[in-house]
């Protein structure tokens, strides 16, 4: 009959073993408390350190002087941006803007590769000259989701019949668009985006001018949000 193969381990053996099992188990669990998963189809990312931002004197929701603030880079033809539109930005109005938790401020960071960008980062400023920022900006985003997923395309005509269906002042509207009054302020947004770190879109900062911010790049999660939120609220 022929023999079984045996393996005999040593006591010590299986105690080292064990010991790099639970320091590895124990590394990936502290390694998770900085990485923030992106939504689907994107990498990972982590949470970076603290950093600085110019509010400027964008448009905001909120309390002006709520102890967190959240600065967005955005571009209006970004579909990771209108995903955080969809899925995020109404739970964060809902549980911190409306309740005097958090100020959320909307700068403009069109990328070269979306041509409707530019022309709709001015549409904003200009809709903002009527008091209709954020109509503005939820018509652009809707729009498009109207037409289907990834990146759509519209036309400086498309922007122009939007703001007259969200009640704008065409001639108004249409003047400030045709003379590009806003385009030196959208440069301005994007410098100062790129000064502050941002390299792609969307990128939020969280946090408050006394303590710095922390950057979520990417379009994470509520849950992301509520967890940072959450821990700058208590600071």
């Given at each position: ?14 105690r080292?073993?064990s ?20 939504a ?88 903002d ?6 109509e ?53 947004d ?7 770190g ?38």
């Amino acid at each position: 009959m022929a023999k079984k193969d045996t393996l005999t381990i040593k006591k010590s053996t299986l105690r080292t073993i064990s010991i790099v099992l639970f320091t590895l188990i124990i590394g990936i669990y502290l390694g998770s408390q900085f990485f923030i998963p992106k939504a689907p189809g994107t990498t990972t990312t982590t949470i970076q350190q603290r950093a600085s931002v110019s509010i400027d004197d964008d448009p905001s929701l909120g309390d002006v002087n709520a102890p967190v603030t959240i600065v967005e880079f955005s571009d209006f033809q970004c579909p990771y941006c209108r995903a955080s539109f969809r899925e995020v930005l109404p739970e964060l109005k809902a549980n911190y803007v409306n309740t005097g938790k958090v100020r959320f401020v909307y700068r403009d960071f069109p990328l070269p590769f979306h041509p409707a960008a530019q022309p709709s980062a001015e549409a904003g400023e200009c809709a903002d000259d009527q008091g209709k920022f954020w109509e503005m900006h939820d018509k652009i985003f809707g729009e498009q989701d109207k037409q289907g997923t990834g990146t759509i395309t519209f036309t400086d005509a498309d922007l122009k019949s939007w703001a007259a269906e969200i009640g704008l002042d065409s001639v108004k509207f249409n003047s400030c668009m045709d003379s590009h009054k806003y385009k030196a302020e959208v440069a301005k947004d994007l410098s100062d985006g790129e000064a502050a770190g941002v390299q792609g879109t969307p990128t939020f900062f969280v946090g408050n001018a006394k303590d710095g911010y922390i950057i979520i790049p990417g379009a994470v999660s509520y849950s992301v949000f509520k967890q940072v939120v959450d821990q700058e609220l208590q600071r």
